[in-house]
């Protein structure tokens, strides 16, 4: 979400006349600003592409990973440019209508880009969980059901001050700010990040303890194994009793382990993958949330 404020103070009843701009200043922003653009269209327009060009990778956790950059590719191609531009020549130049219009989409983008991570982190609860059932528990229609909600619950945060939940706009047009009446501010801080951001937490330290659980089960588990088929082997070659119902089972035991321990070891791994990039996007939205409710 991006603030803005023009120059001129937020008590003025007429517009000012914009300052000149500096040539080299504005060169030297839109060269950092647009290239920052670009590679974020392009880097999440590969991912949308790359998950669409791949079958293997046509599965509800790799939607929520489209979905997740989805939201970003609408950010970066509708919110930054327009950002960019405010940065350069220091006013808003597109009149108050757009202005209401663009900080609504700025929320809009940023509740789903967030709320699509509370997704991911329950769906990688599900997977490390319980990896042998996520496919029945995590279906195409329900994975399409939580994205719809996402995205319903973005938009309804987000177009609040469409609606007249906002404090009077300055008369200056060249101001462009999200609304900061202090119900709307807790209501969007609290359902944009913070309640997210608890269900991200709860989830991950419940991946957390979970994992490290199945892990010791799975070692043991591994030890008995190798131990059954060691004392199989030694009863084989002692000529002792029929030993072919036991390996029948024992076969089947190992297959059933080995499959639960190959998904389990999968699930982990992008669960950890995944774990990273949360936590690295929370920590660079936390500096915003913690100021906006008090600034």
Same mark, same amino acid.
């Given at each position: 979400?991006?603030?803005?404020s023009g120059?001129a103070?937020d008590?003025?009843n007429?517009?000012?006349p914009p300052a000149?701009?500096n040539?080299s200043?504005?060169?030297?922003?839109?060269?950092?600003?647009g290239g920052?653009i670009?590679?974020?269209?392009l880097?999440?327009i590969?991912?949308?592409?790359?998950v669409?060009?791949?079958?293997h990778?046509?599965s509800?956790?790799?939607?929520?990973?489209?979905n997740?950059?989805?939201?970003d590719?609408?950010?970066?191609?509708?919110?930054l440019p327009f950002?960019a531009?405010?940065e350069?020549?220091?006013y808003w130049a597109?009149g108050r209508?757009?202005?209401n219009?663009w900080a609504?989409?700025?929320?809009?983008?940023c509740?789903?880009?967030i709320?699509?991570?509370?997704?991911?982190?329950?769906d990688?609860y &599900?997977?490390?969980?319980?990896?042998?059932? %996520?496919?029945?528990?995590v279906t195409?229609? $329900? /994975? @399409?059901?939580?994205?719809l909600?996402?995205?319903?619950l973005?938009l309804v945060i987000?177009?609040g001050?469409?609606f007249?939940?906002?404090q009077?706009?300055?008369?200056?047009?060249t101001i462009?700010?999200i609304?900061?009446?202090p119900?709307?501010?807790?209501?969007?801080?609290?359902g944009s990040?913070?309640?997210?951001?608890?269900? &991200?937490?709860v989830?991950y330290?419940?991946? %957390?303890?979970?994992?490290?659980r199945?892990? $010791? /089960? @799975?070692k043991s588990?591994?030890?008995?194994?190798?131990s059954d088929s060691?004392?199989?082997?030694?009863?084989?070659?002692?000529?002792n009793a029929?030993?072919?119902g036991t390996?029948v089972?024992?076969a089947?035991n190992?297959?059933?382990?080995?499959?639960?321990?190959l998904?389990f070891s999968r699930?982990?791994?992008?669960?950890k993958?995944?774990g990273?990039?949360?936590g690295?996007?929370v920590l660079?939205?936390?500096?915003f949330?913690?100021?906006m409710p008090?600034?």
């Amino acid at each position: 979400m991006v603030f803005l404020s023009g120059n001129a103070s937020d008590s003025s009843n007429c517009t000012h006349p914009p300052a000149p701009v500096n040539i080299s200043k504005a060169i030297l922003l839109g060269v950092i600003l647009g290239g920052l653009i670009i590679f974020g269209v392009l880097g999440n327009i590969l991912v949308i592409l790359s998950v669409a060009c791949h079958r293997h990778l046509h599965s509800v956790t790799h939607y929520y990973i489209v979905n997740l950059a989805v939201a970003d590719l609408l950010l970066t191609s509708t919110v930054l440019p327009f950002s960019a531009i405010f940065e350069i020549l220091g006013y808003w130049a597109f009149g108050r209508v757009f202005c209401n219009i663009w900080a609504a989409v700025d929320v809009l983008c940023c509740t789903a880009s967030i709320m699509g991570l509370c997704i991911i982190s329950i769906d990688r609860y &599900i997977g490390v969980s319980y990896p042998l059932r %996520y496919p029945t528990i995590v279906t195409q229609k $329900r /994975g @399409l059901m939580a994205l719809l909600c996402v995205w319903a619950l973005s938009l309804v945060i987000s177009i609040g001050p469409l609606f007249g939940w906002r404090q009077p706009a300055p008369e200056d047009e060249t101001i462009c700010q999200i609304t900061e009446e202090p119900g709307y501010v807790l209501f969007s801080a609290l359902g944009s990040f913070y309640v997210p951001l608890t269900i &991200i937490l709860v989830m991950y330290c419940r991946v %957390y303890v979970v994992a490290k659980r199945e892990s $010791r /089960g @799975l070692k043991s588990g591994l030890k008995t194994d190798k131990s059954d088929s060691e004392q199989v082997t030694l009863r084989i070659h002692r000529k002792n009793a029929p030993v072919g119902g036991t390996g029948v089972s024992s076969a089947k035991n190992k297959t059933h382990f080995s499959v639960r321990l190959l998904k389990f070891s999968r699930e982990k791994k992008a669960a950890k993958t995944l774990g990273i990039v949360v936590g690295c996007f929370v920590l660079c939205w936390l500096p915003f949330f913690l100021v906006m409710p008090i600034g």
